[in-house]
């Protein structure tokens, strides 16, 4: 990633702290796959880069209709907030020409490297995850999206520097411990889908994949994904759709809309609640998954290695026709990247999107586990 015109105009430190932040735009990949690499084996996730704990990938898909949520009103405040990041890692954050410092990450990232899409808005905070027990659970308490941002976000950059000899101690990532440690630390969530095409006559799926455009993205910029994905969170500010959006079913509907079809994210909410029986596409989809042309499973949960970002990991089946009727006319760039076209769904085409590019932990897990179970979810 170029440093910003001005240079002249930036203090050393800030000229540092974007020098830094370009070799982790750059070199996200291999930073995270060597990250995961310092953790233990039994912590990554069908030997892919992500980490889970073993209460977060259950032995068999979920239907993600069973994975029971919960809403706290107050969560115990993490170990590390972002505005405590520059406590426990000094010189990590930059200071201004007047001296005074960048309070947190997303503080620096927004003056400094704004990419296009960048907005703290209210985010479902995850507290407690029981995948494996009888009753599969997420709990969640309301949060903001830069907390991932400020302490994940940080501690990627804090590794970036150590590559580049810039630090010599990684006090944050140290500080956290733990990445599977929900309490450590302020993070918010994503959903992220396996998108599978099925023709039932063939017997064979396909799915796209997202690149992810890091002049766009604050998150995973230049790596491969799964399509869609988005941080589960409310679709605005306004109090009611805190209830009305809290669904991981209703999340992943937005994000068709926006990812596959080119949709704003504005949904008029600010106004008035998402009316999601009367929004076409959120009606054909939620009918489609009560009579079954849609089955959507859970598979998990991982954190990645290098940010710890958090992401759910679901699949959903679609049957051939439906798919066609619904997503025939995808975009093939939106607003956070490109949209690839559809590719097998088979060991050998999942093994060369693995082998040969750069694709974010989370999809490489989600990608992994579901050709694990590839007879189950297309039952």
């Not at 109090?239 to 079809?261: K, P």
Request: charge should be negative.
């Amino acid at each position: 990633m170029p440093i910003p015109e001005a240079d002249e105009d930036r203090t050393a430190s800030e000229r540092e702290w974007l020098r830094v932040y370009g070799y982790l735009q750059e070199n996200r990949y291999e930073l995270a796959v060597r990250a995961a690499g310092e953790y233990p084996p039994e912590l990554r996730v069908a030997g892919t880069p992500l980490l889970a704990a073993p209460s977060w990938v259950p032995d068999s898909p979920v239907p993600l209709r069973d994975v029971e949520l919960a809403l706290r009103d107050a969560a115990p405040e993490p170990r590390i907030t972002g505005t405590g990041v520059a406590a426990i890692a000094p010189g990590l954050l930059p200071e201004r020409a007047d001296g005074t410092p960048y309070r947190t990450q997303s503080e620096a990232i927004g003056e400094l490297a704004p990419p296009a899409v960048f907005e703290n808005r209210p985010a479902y905070r995850l507290t407690d995850v029981d995948l494996r027990g009888d009753r599969p659970r997420l709990g969640f308490a309301l949060g903001r999206f830069f907390d991932g941002t400020d302490v994940g976000g940080a501690a990627g950059h804090e590794y970036a520097a150590a590559a580049l000899g810039v630090v010599r101690e990684q006090r944050l990532r140290q500080a956290v411990k733990d990445p599977c440690d929900l309490a450590a630390r302020s993070h918010a969530s994503a959903v992220g889908a396996l998108t599978l095409r099925y023709d039932r006559q063939t017997g064979t799926a396909e799915f796209p994949v997202h690149w992810r455009d890091p002049k766009r993205v604050g998150h995973a910029g230049g790596l491969f994904q799964v399509i869609p994905v988005g941080i589960f969170q409310p679709s605005g500010e306004a109090g009611w759709n805190v209830a009305n959006d809290f669904s991981l079913w209703r999340g992943l509907l937005r994000e068709y809309a926006e990812e596959l079809l080119g949709a704003g994210e504005d949904h008029g909410s600010e106004t008035a609640p998402i009316d999601y029986g009367a929004w076409p596409l959120a009606r054909r989809m939620t009918e489609a998954l009560d009579d079954g042309r849609i089955r959507a499973w859970c598979l998990g949960l991982g954190t990645d290695p290098l940010t710890f970002a958090m992401d759910v990991l679901t699949v959903v089946v679609i049957d051939a026709p439906l798919y066609d009727d619904l997503f025939g006319a995808a975009v093939t760039d939106n607003e956070e990247g490109t949209v690839l076209p559809l590719r097998p769904f088979t060991p050998d085409s999942v093994g060369g999107l693995l082998d040969n590019h750069p694709v974010q932990a989370a999809g490489a897990g989600l990608l992994t586990l579901a050709l694990a179970h590839r007879a189950a979810i297309l039952k």
